[in-house]
C-alpha cells in the first residue's frame, strides 16, 4: 500500500546514498554499479528480483542520488491496493467522482510531482489502469477520476517486480507498449543466496542495530552459525535474514549467537535433506524401473511360430524380473505381482531363486 513516510523532502541530493547498501560480492557490485548509473538520468527505471531483495532500498538509494533528492519519494505496492479504489489512489478523483468522494483528491502521482514515485509490484496493476500509466509515461499527465481536465505532472517513475513481465506481456496480462517504457533501464537484483559472502556481513549488521535498538550487549556470531547461515537457500532472502537474526539475538544467552539459536532454519535445513532423501530413492527407483535386465529386453508372450508361451513360463519371468527388480525383497515382490507371500517363497524355491540367494 502506499507509504506515507517516505515522501522524502531533503534539501539536497545524498552522493553516497548507495553506500549505505550492505553487500561486496560481484553481482551486488553490478546491481550497485547500474542503479548509481540509472540514478544519474531520468529515464524510468524497473528494478527485478525476488521478494525480500532490497527493491525499495534501492528505488530510495536512486532518488537520492539523481536530481531529484529534495523533492517528494512516494512508495506504492501496487499488489496491496484495494482493488475499487486503485485508480483513485494513484491517479486523484474530483469530489462526487463516487458515492465517498466528498472531497477533491491528488492522488499520489501528483503528491510525487517533481520527485520520484516507486510502483512496487507493478506487475499486480490491473490491465484497465495499465493504459492510464501510459498516459502519464507519455504524456507527463494524470486524468484524476470524475474529473473535467488532465493535471500535469513532472515524476521520475521508477517500478520493481517479482514477477517475469516479459512473461506476463507474452500472455496478454501487460501491456506490451507499457513494459516497454518501463523497461528503459532494468536492474536485476540478485537473491541472497547468490550473493557469496555478503550473508555474514549482512548478519553481523543487523544484529548490530537489534543490539542497539534493544539496548542490549553486542553480540557475535560462532564459526558454526555461520556456517549454518550460509548454507542455507534463504527464500525470503534479506527481509527473512533481518528477521531471523531478531529472534536469533532474543534467544541466545551470553555474547554469543550459536547455530542452535536458529532453530527455524535448522528444522527447515533437517526438513529439505528428508526430502531429497526421499526423492533420491524415488529416483533410484525410477532407475532401476528403466534399467531392465539385458535377458527380459526381448521377452515377449509368444514364441517365434506366434504361438503364446504357457502361463508358468511367463509366470516364472514375472517372478524372475521382480526378484532382480526389486532386490530380492519378497514382501514387496509380493505385493507388486498381487500374489501371497508364501505362494511366492514355494515358487521361488522351485525356481532356485532362494537357493541362489542363499
Not at 155 to 181: C, M, W
Not at 188 to 207: C, S, V
Given at each position: 500500500m502506499v507509504?506515507?513516510?517516505?515522501?522524502?523532502?531533503?534539501?539536497s541530493a545524498t552522493p553516497d546514498a548507495f553506500s549505505k547498501i550492505i553487500g561486496t560480492s560481484e553481482v551486488m557490485r553490478k546491481a550497485i554499479m547500474?542503479?548509481?548509473?540509472?540514478?544519474?538520468?531520468?529515464?524510468?527505471m524497473l528494478l527485478e528480483g525476488e521478494s525480500g531483495v532490497g527493491k525499495e532500498i534501492f528505488a530510495k538509494a536512486?532518488?537520492?542520488?539523481?536530481?531529484?533528492?529534495?523533492?517528494p519519494f512516494i512508495v506504492v505496492n501496487c499488489g496491496a491496493l484495494p482493488a475499487n479504489l486503485v485508480e483513485s489512489i494513484l491517479f486523484g478523483h474530483a469530489k462526487g467522482a463516487f458515492t465517498d468522494a466528498k472531497d477533491d483528491h491528488a492522488g499520489k502521482f501528483v503528491d510525487a510531482d517533481g520527485g520520484t514515485i516507486f510502483l512496487d509490484e507493478i506487475g499486480e496493476l490491473p490491465l484497465e489502469l495499465q493504459v492510464k500509466l501510459l498516459r502519464v509515461l507519455q504524456e507527463g499527465e494524470v486524468d484524476p477520476v470524475g474529473g473535467e481536465k488532465t493535471v500535469p505532472v513532472d515524476v521520475r517513475v521508477i517500478s520493481a517486480t517479482n514477477k517475469n513481465l516479459e512473461t506476463l506481456t507474452a500472455s496478454?496480462?501487460?501491456?506490451?507498449?507499457?513494459?516497454?517504457?518501463?523497461?528503459?533501464?532494468?536492474?536485476?537484483?540478485?537473491?541472497?543466496n547468490k550473493r557469496n559472502g555478503d550473508i555474514q556481513t549482512l548478519a553481523a549488521h543487523f544484529i548490530q542495530k537489534i543490539c542497539k535498538k534493544e539496548d542490549r550487549t553486542l553480540k557475535s556470531l560462532?564459526?558454526?552459525a555461520i556456517m549454518l547461515l550460509n548454507s542455507y537457500h534463504w527464500p525470503g532472502n534479506v527481509r527473512q535474514l533481518e528477521n531471523v537474526v531478531l529472534r536469533a539475538v532474543i534467544l541466545s544467552e551470553g555474547e554469543m549467537i550459536t547455530d542452535k539459536d536458529f532453530p527455524q532454519i535448522l528444522a527447515d535445513i533437517?526438513?529439505?535433506?528428508?526430502?531429497?532423501?526421499?526423492?533420491?530413492?524415488?529416483?533410484?527407483?525410477?532407475?532401476?524401473?528403466?534399467?531392465?535386465?539385458?535377458?527380459?529386453?526381448?521377452?515377449?508372450?509368444y514364441d517365434e511360430n506366434?504361438?503364446?508361451?504357457?502361463?508358468?513360463?511367463?509366470?516364472?519371468?514375472?517372478?524372475?524380473?521382480?526378484?532382480?527388480?526389486?532386490?530380492?525383497?519378497?514382501?514387496?515382490?509380493?505385493k507388486r505381482l498381487n500374489i501371497g507371500r508364501s505362494t511366492l517363497y514355494r515358487k521361488a524355491t522351485e525356481m532356485g531363486l532362494l537357493d541362489e540367494e542363499k
Amino acid at each position: 500500500m502506499v507509504n506515507e513516510s517516505n515522501k522524502d523532502k531533503s534539501k539536497s541530493a545524498t552522493p553516497d546514498a548507495f553506500s549505505k547498501i550492505i553487500g561486496t560480492s560481484e553481482v551486488m557490485r553490478k546491481a550497485i554499479m547500474l542503479a548509481h548509473k540509472g540514478a544519474e538520468t531520468d529515464v524510468p527505471m524497473l528494478l527485478e528480483g525476488e521478494s525480500g531483495v532490497g527493491k525499495e532500498i534501492f528505488a530510495k538509494a536512486i532518488h537520492l542520488s539523481s536530481n531529484r533528492a529534495d523533492k517528494p519519494f512516494i512508495v506504492v505496492n501496487c499488489g496491496a491496493l484495494p482493488a475499487n479504489l486503485v485508480e483513485s489512489i494513484l491517479f486523484g478523483h474530483a469530489k462526487g467522482a463516487f458515492t465517498d468522494a466528498k472531497d477533491d483528491h491528488a492522488g499520489k502521482f501528483v503528491d510525487a510531482d517533481g520527485g520520484t514515485i516507486f510502483l512496487d509490484e507493478i506487475g499486480e496493476l490491473p490491465l484497465e489502469l495499465q493504459v492510464k500509466l501510459l498516459r502519464v509515461l507519455q504524456e507527463g499527465e494524470v486524468d484524476p477520476v470524475g474529473g473535467e481536465k488532465t493535471v500535469p505532472v513532472d515524476v521520475r517513475v521508477i517500478s520493481a517486480t517479482n514477477k517475469n513481465l516479459e512473461t506476463l506481456t507474452a500472455s496478454g496480462q501487460f501491456r506490451e507498449d507499457l513494459y516497454y517504457r518501463l523497461n528503459v533501464f532494468p536492474v536485476f537484483l540478485p537473491p541472497l543466496n547468490k550473493r557469496n559472502g555478503d550473508i555474514q556481513t549482512l548478519a553481523a549488521h543487523f544484529i548490530q542495530k537489534i543490539c542497539k535498538k534493544e539496548d542490549r550487549t553486542l553480540k557475535s556470531l560462532t564459526t558454526n552459525a555461520i556456517m549454518l547461515l550460509n548454507s542455507y537457500h534463504w527464500p525470503g532472502n534479506v527481509r527473512q535474514l533481518e528477521n531471523v537474526v531478531l529472534r536469533a539475538v532474543i534467544l541466545s544467552e551470553g555474547e554469543m549467537i550459536t547455530d542452535k539459536d536458529f532453530p527455524q532454519i535448522l528444522a527447515d535445513i533437517e526438513r529439505m535433506a528428508n526430502e531429497n532423501k526421499k526423492h533420491n530413492r524415488r529416483v533410484d527407483d525410477l532407475k532401476r524401473t528403466l534399467e531392465i535386465p539385458k535377458e527380459f529386453h526381448n521377452t515377449s508372450i509368444y514364441d517365434e511360430n506366434a504361438d503364446v508361451y504357457p502361463i508358468d513360463y511367463i509366470e516364472g519371468l514375472m517372478i524372475r524380473y521382480a526378484y532382480i527388480r526389486y532386490e530380492g525383497r519378497m514382501t514387496e515382490i509380493a505385493k507388486r505381482l498381487n500374489i501371497g507371500r508364501s505362494t511366492l517363497y514355494r515358487k521361488a524355491t522351485e525356481m532356485g531363486l532362494l537357493d541362489e540367494e542363499k
